[in-house]
């Protein structure tokens, strides 16, 4: 049963920078499933072992909980009564619960009507102050650092090395399910704290004798959205995967340095790429992640089609936030909308019996 899962900070503890007395803020975050993609893998025509890990499950719905389970516990153990964040949605949700958890202040700042639905509901359901800037979410960073630097609230953004800490963990998962480490891991790139964290992951796995080898890094960024990709900072970052609409990642380093250390790449795909990927994740494998997590499935596909995989690869890609969080976007999908009068006929008629 699941329910022996301690989160990742319990089940990982000796590879964390914790005591051993620290009592982790947990609400089971992790041990997510690594799900095969055996309908997509069919539809490109290759023969790949395909997984998505689906880290959508984790208790509030992204990743960012397997990074904050670790910056909260710290940040309480050090006497923190007062959390902040900036974010594009999945931080603020995830600082917004396990702040609540821990029953500390929590202060998200975001930008005005760019962070999508669900994720503005968990941070105002867990009590969160929100305060939306007219910005972006670039601005938002820099305040919240400022602001940290100078008050005493704990920043549980990913520049927090607790969180990339806590992230790492991802990377140790996908390992002892699989039983070693893949030849690629792909996933969405914003911030790039995450791509950092697994690259971190994987070769902390290597260095205590877990793995033989690394797996190549490849981080996908939005066109619109994609510093890191250009060389420069984006001033006006634009792109219908919100989470990821980001123009001077903070982790630009980390991401650089795992993609060259593992000889992967960081590339920039089309929101259109993006929702093909999200929309056949749905369709062919039941599997809803929200519009930024397909990037990653979308550079799988890329590297398909550009014949960059050899025969037999085992490729993972992340899948970071759950569906749910952008209804929005979801409903925008063509789709026939089909009313009929109540009563057994008028259905049956739309069945075609
Ligand atoms: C679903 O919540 O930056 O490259 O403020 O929510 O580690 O930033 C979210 C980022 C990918 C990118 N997928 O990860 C925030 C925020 C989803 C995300 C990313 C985010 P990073």
Request: hydrophobic content about 40%; aromatic content about 6%; charged content about 20%.
């Amino acid at each position: 049963m699941k329910n022996d899962w301690p989160g990742i900070v319990q089940y990982y503890r000796e590879y964390l920078p914790i005591l051993p007395q620290t009592v982790p803020v947990t609400l089971g975050e992790g041990g997510t499933p690594l799900v095969p993609l055996d309908r997509v893998v069919e539809k490109l025509g290759i023969r790949l072992r395909l997984y998505a890990k689906v880290d959508g499950q984790n208790p509030t719905g992204s990743f960012k909980d397997r990074g904050m389970t670790l910056a909260v516990t710290k940040a309480r153990e050090r006497g923190a009564k007062a959390l902040i964040c900036a974010s594009t949605g999945n931080t603020s949700a995830s600082a917004a619960a396990y702040g609540a958890r821990a029953g500390l202040t929590v202060y998200v700042v975001i930008p005005e009507g760019k962070i999508a639905k669900g994720k503005l509901a968990q941070a105002v359901i867990h009590n969160a102050v929100v305060i939306q800037i007219q910005g972006l979410f670039d601005e938002a960073l820099q305040v919240v650092r400022d602001i940290s630097a100078t008050h005493p609230v704990a920043l549980v953004n990913s520049v927090n090395p607790d969180r990339l800490e806590g992230q790492k963990t991802v990377a140790f998962e996908i390992c002892d399910v699989l039983g070693h480490e893949p030849n690629y891991h792909f996933l969405p790139v914003g911030n790039a704290g995450n791509i950092t964290a697994s690259w971190m992951g994987y070769r902390e796995y290597k260095m205590s004798g877990k793995l033989r080898d690394l797996p190549r890094m490849v981080g996908v960024q939005a066109e619109g959205a994609a510093p890191i990709v250009r060389g420069h900072v984006v001033e006006k970052p634009e792109t219908i995967a919100s989470a990821i609409r980001i123009g001077n990642p903070a982790s630009w380093q980390g991401a650089l340095k795992a993609a060259s250390e593992s000889r992967g790449d960081i590339i920039a795909l089309s929101d259109e790429k993006i929702l093909e990927a999200y929309w056949m994740l749905a369709k062919e494998e039941g599997v809803f992640c929200e519009p930024a997590s397909a990037a990653s499935l979308a550079g799988v596909i890329e590297y398909a089609r550009n014949g960059r995989f050899l025969s037999g690869d085992v490729v993972v890609c992340t899948l970071t936030g759950h569906g749910l969080k952008d209804p929005e976007t979801a409903l925008s999908t063509p789709h026939s909308e089909i009313r009929v009068p109540p009563g057994k006929e008028a259905v049956l008629r739309v069945l075609g019996f």
